[in-house]
Antibody
């Protein structure tokens, strides 16, 4: 079974750093891009960026560029999303998802279960 | 403000038909990029529902269908059931953003 399993919920203070993870299994990890999606409380889905696990090439939504970093460790089939300095406005649910082999026309399937990040002083 | 525009909410009685629109522009849907739809049940991760504008993956009932025309797309649900109550989001690619975009999501209420 193809699945993505994310790390658990986090509670952090403003200014702290954080890295959350997304482990893929049941498929050839380096053959499919991984994307990260933010969902703020009561709001819609926002594409943050994606990584190609085969070469670690990344693309970011300009709205998130410079504030988050997407990386991957293909030896353990895991992708990461990290912040160096969290803000209260980073409070949200974060999902990873696998791109299908459609390039620009592709969709996302499957999705991880989500990681809730709460940033509060 | 999402790049793709959806109505915040729609509702219908059991057995009825509802449609959810997804309006884009010449840099995404109008540029020929495919539209996909996701269903998000309360408290769960999104699950893909329709791919390539009008294709259903195995396991998705034929009550769900998609269409695309010009700069817009639509999701239709016929024979509404209580279990269809969820948030529905459209997704495409945007050449101006050089990335993927979602609609703001539509909450379906089954009356």
């Amino acid at each position: 079974e193809v699945q993505l399993v994310q790390s658990g919920a986090e509670v952090k203070k403003p200014g702290e750093s954080l890295r959350i993870s997304c482990k893929g299994s049941g498929y050839t990890f380096t053959s499919y891009w991984i994307t990260w999606v933010r969902q703020m409380p009561g709001k819609g889905l926002e594409w943050m960026g994606k990584i190609d696990p085969s070469d670690s090439y990344t693309n970011y939504n300009p709205s998130f560029q410079g504030h988050v970093t997407i990386s991957v460790d293909k030896s353990i089939t895991t992708a990461y999303l990290q912040w160096s300095s969290l803000k209260a406005s980073d409070t949200a649910m974060y999902y990873c998802a696998r791109h299908t082999l459609g390039g620009y026309h592709g969709w996302f399937d499957p999705w991880g279960q989500g990681t809730l990040v709460t940033v509060s002083s | 403000q999402s790049v793709l525009t959806q109505p915040p909410s729609v509702s219908g009685a059991p057995g009825q038909r509802v449609t959810i629109s997804c309006t884009g522009s010449s840099s995404n849907i109008g540029a020929g990029y495919d539209v996909h739809w996701y269903q998000q049940l309360p408290g769960t991760a999104p699950k893909f529902l329709i791919y390539g504008n009008n294709n259903r993956p195995s396991g998705v009932p034929d009550r769900f269908s998609g269409s695309k025309s010009g700069t817009s797309a639509s999701l239709a649900i016929t024979g509404l059931q209580a279990e269809d109550e969820a948030d529905y989001s459209c997704q495409s690619y945007d050449s101006s953003l050089s990335g993927w975009v979602f609609g703001g999501g539509t909450k379906l209420t089954v009356l």
